[in-house]
Every structure is written in structure tokens, then in C-alpha cells.
């Protein structure tokens, strides 16, 4: 019972500091080739007669080489299985997010493509 | 000076054909990149720095031919991490580590290289001088981690 209790209050101090339990990541990073969505713009006029710009996914596909990276952290056999994924599913700019939770919807996560061969800084 | 360290008697450099990078990232752990330094050089500071703030003890990571990495031993917060990196960076007046001390700061979280790069093999211990039994021996544990998923990734 009492270990129940300490472990509930460091828990809650650390919630309370705003202190993340995880900092030992597992980081794969470089550059890829992807296709991803093309965004239309378009534009509404407001209630208030102000024109307001807005963004609308459209079906069309581009192809795209950026850089990304994934900042994993969980369990050797998650980290194993969310890195085999990343494989096919590239990041969406800086990806910081725990194994499990990528693995359960990876496409939330990335768009399909490929890593290639570029110049890339730690 | 002559450092050995990147003659391996695993195979784990040979075949990498993967075009990723795979990295250990840590808030709490002082670690710095040094490029295009003598393994001199990179001693002295990684010793300086741990006798100056009092870091324990410190290893040595040969990544290729004058890059270097170094990973202290004590728990820091972020914001002395940070400290102590940029006193490193702007004492010894490297470039290439005050960019990556930059590029630390974006992240908010230091990251070393594990697996291989292009010709690059993986980096390998070259000099350890004082206690490990805290992150470096943390370092260790993630770095062993890594390389058994590179072995899986080879053998699939």
C-alpha cells in the first residue's frame, strides 16, 4: 500500500513539474522520397466581409524528397517493430511519438515512401 | 596521434544499404559531436569539460577519420546539458560543434549516430577514463539495443 502511494506521488510531481517519464530515444532520421497530397487553396468571405484563405486536400498525388526524422521511445521489441514500419511509412517533418502508439496507426503518423541517399546532419 | 577503433571483428558495417540513419537521443546525458578534430584535442576538452563541472567520467566514440563523439557519465537537466555544451563549443571555437549544438537546441534533445552512414562505420569506443555506471552505461545499454535491431534489419 505504501509503495502504491509513493510511486502515485512521484508521479504526480513529475505530472505536476510538467516532467516527460521518457527522454532515451531511439532516433531514425535522413531523407526520403514520398508522394503526398496536393492542398488547394481557396477563399470564403466572412461574416465580418473579410476574405479568409483555407486549405482543402485534394485527391491529386505529388511526389516530394524532404527530410524527416522519428523520435521513438518505448520497448526493444516495439523500438524493433515501429522502426521495421518506418521502413515503408516516411515522417511528417519531426515525428516525436512512443512505439506502441505508432504502431497501432502508423499512416497517422507519415505517408508512404521511401528513404534515399542525400546528405543528412545529425 | 594514432587511434585504433574502426578495424571491427563484427560484421556489422559490411552490407548497410539502407539510405536512414538510426541515432540515440537523450535529454539528460552530455554529449558532444566533434568534427574534423585530432583525437588530441578531443581528449583534452572531454577532460576539461569533466573536471570542470564535475561530470565523473566520460568514453570516447570514433564515428570516422577525425570525428568524434563523447558521452559523459553524470545526469544533467536539459538546461545545464545545454550549459555545458555550448561552454565546450565556444572554448575550444569549433564550428562544426557550435552547429550541432544549434541544431541540439532545435530538437531539444542531443542525438548521436549508432548505425553506419553511407561508407561510415558504426562509431566505436576508442578511450573511456572515469566511472560509467550511470549514462554512459545507459548510452551503452541503447547503443547495444540499436545495434541488435541493425543485426535483425540485415538478416531480413
Given at each position: 500500500?505504501?509503495?502504491?502511494?509513493?510511486?502515485e506521488?512521484?508521479?504526480?510531481?513529475?505530472?505536476?513539474?510538467?516532467?516527460?517519464?521518457?527522454?532515451?530515444?531511439?532516433?531514425i532520421?535522413?531523407?526520403?522520397?514520398?508522394?503526398v497530397?496536393?492542398?488547394?487553396r481557396?477563399?470564403?468571405r466572412?461574416?465580418d466581409?473579410?476574405?479568409?484563405r483555407?486549405?482543402?486536400?485534394?485527391?491529386?498525388?505529388?511526389?516530394v524528397?524532404?527530410?524527416?526524422?522519428?523520435?521513438?521511445h518505448?520497448?526493444?521489441?516495439?523500438?524493433?517493430?515501429?522502426?521495421?514500419?518506418?521502413?515503408?511509412?516516411?515522417?511528417?517533418?519531426?515525428v516525436?511519438v512512443?512505439?506502441?502508439?505508432?504502431?497501432?496507426?502508423p499512416?497517422?503518423?507519415?505517408?508512404?515512401?521511401?528513404w534515399v541517399?542525400r546528405?543528412v546532419?545529425? | 596521434m594514432?587511434?585504433?577503433?574502426?578495424?571491427?571483428?563484427?560484421?556489422?558495417?559490411e552490407?548497410w544499404?539502407?539510405?536512414?540513419?538510426?541515432?540515440?537521443t537523450?535529454?539528460?546525458?552530455?554529449?558532444l559531436?566533434?568534427?574534423?578534430?585530432?583525437f588530441?584535442?578531443?581528449?583534452?576538452?572531454?577532460s576539461?569539460?569533466m573536471?570542470?563541472?564535475?561530470?565523473?567520467?566520460?568514453?570516447?566514440?570514433?564515428s570516422?577519420?577525425?570525428?568524434?563523439?563523447?558521452?559523459?557519465?553524470?545526469?544533467?537537466?536539459?538546461?545545464?546539458?545545454?550549459?555545458?555544451?555550448?561552454?565546450?563549443?565556444?572554448?575550444?571555437?569549433?564550428?562544426?560543434l557550435?552547429?550541432?549544438f544549434?541544431?541540439?537546441?532545435i530538437?531539444?534533445?542531443?542525438?548521436?549516430?549508432?548505425?553506419p552512414?553511407?561508407?561510415?562505420?558504426?562509431?566505436?569506443?576508442?578511450?573511456?577514463?572515469?566511472?560509467?555506471?550511470?549514462?554512459?552505461?545507459?548510452?551503452?545499454?541503447y547503443?547495444?539495443l540499436?545495434?541488435?535491431i541493425?543485426?535483425?534489419?540485415k538478416?531480413?
Amino acid at each position: 500500500m505504501y509503495i502504491i502511494n509513493f510511486a502515485e506521488t512521484v508521479l504526480n510531481t513529475n505530472a505536476k513539474e510538467g516532467k516527460t517519464p521518457m527522454v532515451k530515444q531511439i532516433a531514425i532520421y535522413g531523407t526520403y522520397e514520398a508522394k503526398v497530397p496536393v492542398f488547394q487553396r481557396y477563399w470564403k468571405r466572412r461574416i465580418d466581409g473579410v476574405k479568409q484563405r483555407y486549405w482543402k486536400k485534394t485527391t491529386r498525388m505529388k511526389k516530394v524528397v524532404e527530410s524527416g526524422r522519428y523520435e521513438f521511445h518505448g520497448k526493444g521489441k516495439d523500438l524493433y517493430k515501429a522502426i521495421i514500419k518506418a521502413l515503408q511509412i516516411m515522417p511528417k517533418g519531426f515525428v516525436d511519438v512512443s512505439a506502441i502508439k505508432f504502431l497501432k496507426k502508423p499512416e497517422k503518423y507519415g505517408y508512404e515512401g521511401e528513404w534515399v541517399e542525400r546528405e543528412v546532419k545529425s | 596521434m594514432k587511434v585504433n577503433g574502426l578495424r571491427g571483428k563484427s560484421n556489422l558495417n559490411e552490407e548497410w544499404n539502407h539510405h536512414f540513419v538510426l541515432g540515440y537521443t537523450d535529454e539528460e546525458t552530455v554529449m558532444l559531436d566533434f568534427d574534423s578534430t585530432s583525437f588530441k584535442t578531443v581528449r583534452y576538452w572531454a577532460s576539461r569539460a569533466m573536471k570542470w563541472f564535475k561530470l565523473e567520467g566520460f568514453i570516447i566514440l570514433r564515428s570516422s577519420l577525425n570525428n568524434y563523439h563523447v558521452i559523459f557519465n553524470r545526469k544533467v537537466s536539459w538546461k545545464e546539458n545545454m550549459h555545458i555544451v555550448a561552454w565546450v563549443g565556444l572554448l575550444c571555437n569549433n564550428p562544426m560543434l557550435e552547429k550541432w549544438f544549434l541544431m541540439q537546441c532545435i530538437k531539444e534533445g542531443s542525438t548521436l549516430r549508432v548505425s553506419p552512414k553511407r561508407e561510415k562505420p558504426s562509431p566505436r569506443i576508442v578511450f573511456r577514463h572515469g566511472k560509467e555506471e550511470d549514462q554512459v552505461k545507459n548510452f551503452l545499454k541503447y547503443r547495444e539495443l540499436t545495434k541488435n535491431i541493425i543485426r535483425k534489419l540485415k538478416a531480413d
